[in-house]
């Protein structure tokens, strides 16, 4: 298992009002997009590994952000904010925090929600196409600029995901021992004993974190 | 208030309006052309300003519909204006033909010094307004 991680420590701080830490899937590496990105004029996309990787550092500090319909993108509702990112096999995890007291409907949509239901976008600028012609285009170079949370059939990357730690968790779900997970729209689920936020599928990756812990900027 | 002809003073600004707009209008069409241009060079290059992970909506679809219905009507202008090119445009507003027609002024053939001596009973203004329709329309050289 091949993990490249980055990530941008906060001050931790207990029991933050407006601090909901989120875990999600922002998108899939090396593989193709299950519909075709707004943008692409109709073609497929596989962000490469290595894109992906070289793109990290500017996804982290970007803000997520919803559209009250859960469609799409809508850059001036930022809702919260990125604050780690890894590329793990074909996925690309992102970690950090909603703005929950001021969104609070957004905390609404993730709990009232089918489970599974949300998923997460990326967005990118100055991305670079192997090939324009290719039915499939190849994105080898690119920035991001953003993400949002919206439906899972609406993202591009059908195996995406997004999930709110619960009960709010005061600092970066990552970091610390929330009592739960809980998928949107889940009902609560607790997990005695659990040393981390990750669920138990991904217990795997806590010899990781805690080594990422002692040292958050280790690559 | 009324030119010494009996034309209203009104007609003629409202044709120049009209001008004004018409102007304003290609002027937009050719910044979008000049934008298009702009994308098409980045494509050669295979650089996408911007990409989003989401599914287009409906909305997006709209917008792209229109864009490529701009698309077409710029490239008709421009065939358009490629045969007017060749031909000088010989239309003026309704208002001016009627004024000339009155002083016995064929639009195919306005020479100078008869069209000073028509426009003699207008006030400056209405003398600009009328030159300056005329040369618009490639009716004065």
Redesign the interface.
Known sequence: MKLEAMAVRLPEVTDHPNRAPFTGVL?RVDEP?T??????RGHR?ILTRAAALAALPSLLGMAVDYAPSW???DARRKCGIITQADVEGPELQVAGYLFAKDFPEVERQMRQGLPGSMGM????????????RAEIWT?TR?TF?GA?I?LRE????RHTSFELAAPRCRSNGWHERPAGLVHAGAIRHFREGADTAFGRTDRRKEPIWKARVASPWAR | MESQSGEPLGALTQSMERMEARLEAAAALFERTAAMLEEREN?RS????????????GR?TDLQRKLEAAEQQIAELRAQMETHGKSPRKTVPAATAQFLAKQGIALESVEAGTLDAALNGLSLEQRIAVKAQLLRAGALG
């Open positions: 998108t997009s519909k075709a990105p707004s943008g692409a996309v469609d799409g993108h976008s990326w967005e990118l600028a100055d991305a670079h196409v192997e090939d324009m994105l690119a600029t949002a919206l609406k993202a591009a990357y | 494509e295979g650089e996408v300003r911007k990409i989003v992970a989401a599914v287009e909506t997006e």
